[in-house]
């Protein structure tokens, strides 16, 4: 019997990378399986290269997406989507919010509901039972720091770890592919992520003022919503969307560019978010 292997496909330049090599090496003698867990407000380029390299790679992705009971006690379950009818207008983040509240560094749970939990469930649903398979996560070796520290509890492995992949082999080897990723690391796959630093954001606010439209009615809808001490906001120190507005149009300041380095306590605290968030990541 063939042992199990799903690959969490996130969207972004080192999980295609990852996937890819492992597809290649181990199609032959393990089951695979590769999800990738639409939030509805991923990139638009997220989505057209989550499409791209499964032709080009073969992977055969599936993409799932969030559903939500909102009675009390009733878990997150999916639904099977494809490029062409996955959301783009926030849906699924909408209905979590609409249960849970809004995340932040108290209460991260997008990436549990929103990633984590739907897969989950579309691998029960094909048979795949817990403890049954590994779970291929792409973070690279000069990321060690994000290694779960229940990873071996939780069957979770890190081929890009073992294999010493760090950012520049990434880079070199998606240069020579023919389907690039072509987001610049202050916009990611989740171009208004709450984990990214204020600069980033501020930056996106400034380039792309309509993408903060989404989180801005979020705010409106459901900060108060969900356990918690009352008026939740996402990002760092309850700030709001008007807040980073205001960042963005203080004198003097300096918009993030790629590959220049920043220290600023107040602006550059925060994830890379060059890519997206990760699901056996310790943050």
């Known amino acids: 019997m063939k042992q199990k292997l799903f690959i969490s496909f ?7 990378y990852m996937s890819h090599m492992l597809i290649d ?5 393990h089951d695979i399986c590769v999800l990738f867990a639409n939030t509805g407000q991923e990139h638009e380029k997220t989505l057209e290269y989550v499409r791209d390299c499964d032709r080009q790679y073969r992977l055969g992705v599936a ?25 783009r207008k926030g849906e699924p983040f909408n209905e979590m919010c609409k249960k849970h509240g809004l995340p ?4 991260p749970h997008c990436t549990r509901e929103l990633k984590l939990y739907p897969m989950w469930h579309y691998l029960k649903s094909i048979g795949w039972k817990p403890g049954s398979y590994q779970t291929a996560i792409g973070i690279r070796a000069d990321e060690f720091d994000r290694i779960s520290s229940s990873a071996k ?5 890190y081929p890009l770890v073992d294999w010493g992949t760090c950012k520049d082999n990434v880079l070199k080897w998606e240069s020579k592919q023919p389907v690039r990723l072509g987001i610049p690391e202050h916009y990611g796959n989740c171009t208004w992520c709450w984990k990214k630093s204020f600069r980033k954001l501020a930056t996106v606010a400034n380039e792309t003022p309509a993408i903060f439209d989404f989180p801005k009615m979020l705010e ?9 001490f009352g008026d939740r906001q996402m990002f760092r120190g309850k700030k709001t969307v008007k807040d980073i507005f ?3 149009s203080e004198p003097g300041f300096q918009a993030f560019k790629d590959s220049f380095i920043y220290w600023d306590e107040r602006l ?4 890379a978010c060059g890519e997206s968030c990760e699901i056996g990541a310790d943050e």
């Open 268 to 271: 550059d605290v925060g994830s």
């Open 25 to 29: 090496e181990m199609r032959h003698t």
């Open 246 to 248: 205001t960042i963005a």
């Open 220 to 228: 409106s809808k459901y900060k108060d919503t969900g356990a918690g």
């Open 63 to 87: 993409w799932v997406e969030a559903v939500f009971d909102m009675r009390k006690g009733k878990g997150t379950k999916h639904k099977v989507v494809s490029f062409e009818t996955a959301a």
């Open 10 to 16: 996130s969207g972004g330049k080192t999980s295609a």
């Open 153 to 157: 509890k939780n069957n979770i492995i």
């Open 104 to 107: 932040n560094s108290q209460f």
